[in-house]
Nanobody, 116 residues
Framework: QVQLVESGGGLVQPGGSLRLSCAAS????????MGWYRQAPGNQRELVAA???????NYADSVKGRFTISRDIAKRTVYLQMNSLKPEDTAVYFC??????????WGQGTQVTVSS
């Protein structure tokens, strides 16, 4: 069973920055998808940013130019650098890993609150 451990959430003022980390218990080199999704109260879970097979990246339009996803394969960790945060970025952020051997796994979620 895959374990995903997230960290880095918190409270930040508008315009501020946070970096989220997601450490996996398995090798992340040959994953199909690994990245970040978020869910705000009353909303469906949505893609924020993710790596796909081969190392390509996908971003939600709402975060392009502000958020950057990166990874350290040796550390089995994916990061999400979030800059110029807005109140509408407030949500629980979940890490997701999808791979052929392991199926789909989700982290426990980390709260990000953007407020003055």
């Amino acid at each position: 069973q895959v374990q995903l451990v997230e960290s880095g959430g918190g409270l930040v003022q508008p315009g501020g920055s946070l970096r989220l980390s997601c450490a996996a218990s398995v090798n992340i080199f040959s994953i199909n998808v690994m990245g970040w999704y978020r869910q705000a109260p009353g909303n469906q879970r949505e893609l924020v940013a993710a790596f796909t097979h081969g190392g390509s990246t996908n971003y939600a339009d709402s975060v392009k130019g502000r958020f950057t996803i990166s990874r350290d394969i040796a550390k089995r960790t994916v990061y999400l650098q979030m800059n110029s945060l807005k109140p509408e970025d407030t949500a629980v952020y979940f890490c997701k890993l999808q791979s052929t051997p392991y199926g789909i796994s989700w982290g426990q979620g980390t709260q990000v609150t953007v407020s003055s």
